[in-house]
């Protein structure tokens, strides 16, 4: 069974740091693309980050660009995402998701397995 589990969400104030990590299970992480997505109240689920198989290609949406890191331990079938300077707007559930491929995915329908989301809330 394909599981994939994030965790490192909470509360923080602005400025503040959080780090989410995506826990995966039941498929071959390494031949993977993994990428970061994140639904506010009321909007639509925007991407935020991705990363291709080997690590060395990543995505970052331009609102999060220069303050959030995305990286992935394939020995350990973990994707993470730092997020450093957190201002309120970047309050949302955060979604971590996965398909097979190597390159770098950019549209949420093109990714096959989903989480089942981490609420972040940053407070002014």
């Known amino acids: 069974e394909v599981q994939l589990v994030e965790s490192g969400g909470g509360s923080v104030q602005a400025g503040g740091s959080l780090k989410l990590s995506c826990a995966a299970s039941?498929?071959?992480?390494?031949?993977?693309?993994i990428g970061w997505y994140r639904q506010a109240p009321g909007k639509e689920r925007e991407g935020v980050s991705c990363i291709a198989i080997s690590g060395g290609s990543t995505y970052y949406a331009d609102s999060v660009k220069g303050r959030f890191t995305i990286s992935r331990d394939n020995m350990k079938s973990i994707m993470d995402l730092q997020m450093n300077s957190l201002k309120p707007e970047d309050t949302a559930v955060y979604y971590c998701?996965?398909?097979?491929?190597?390159?770098?995915?950019?549209?949420?329908?093109?990714?096959?397995?989903w989480g089942q989301g981490t609420q972040v809330t940053v407070s002014s």
């Open positions: 039941g498929f071959t992480f390494d031949d993977h693309a």
């Open positions: 998701a996965a398909r097979m491929g190597g390159r770098l995915y950019l549209n949420e329908y093109e990714y096959d397995w």
